[in-house]
């Protein structure tokens, strides 16, 4: 299995910008397909934005779409979101993902950071 922690959240304005790591640790982590996801209060956890094993391959929720940008180093072991044009509706505790298969769908995902937080104030 893969440990995973995130880091890099924050407060900040509306249109600010944020990055998010998620540092990896365990065996073979290069192999592991990526996701962030994210949770508000009194919502269900969603799909953020995804990335496979090599970094080629990348999918985004459309509300984040042109703002939001999922890259890994698997040299460093660690997946980022760089988050800009931050607004309001964007809080929420960002949580990183790791498992076998590229999906949205946060059943997928075998391994799970302890999130961040991340508040925009508007």
């Known amino acids: 299995q893969v440990q995973l922690v995130e880091s890099g959240g924050g407060l900040v304005q509306a249109g600010d910008s944020l990055r998010l790591s998620c540092a990896a640790s365990g065996r073979t982590v290069s192999r592991y397909n990526m996701g962030w996801f994210r949770q508000a209060p009194g919502k269900e956890r969603e799909f953020v934005a995804a990335i496979n094993w090599n970094g080629g391959n990348t999918y985004y929720a459309d509300s984040v779409k042109g703002r939001f940008t999922i890259s890994r180093d698997n040299a460093k072991n660690t997946a980022y979101l760089q988050m800009n044009s931050l607004k309001a509706e964007d809080t929420a505790v960002y949580y990183c993902?790791?498992?076998?298969?590229?999906?949205?769908?946060?059943?997928?995902?075998?391994?799970w950071g302890q999130g961040t937080q991340v508040t925009v104030s508007s």
């Open positions: 993902a790791a498992g076998d298969i590229m999906s949205t769908l946060k059943t997928r995902y075998e391994s």
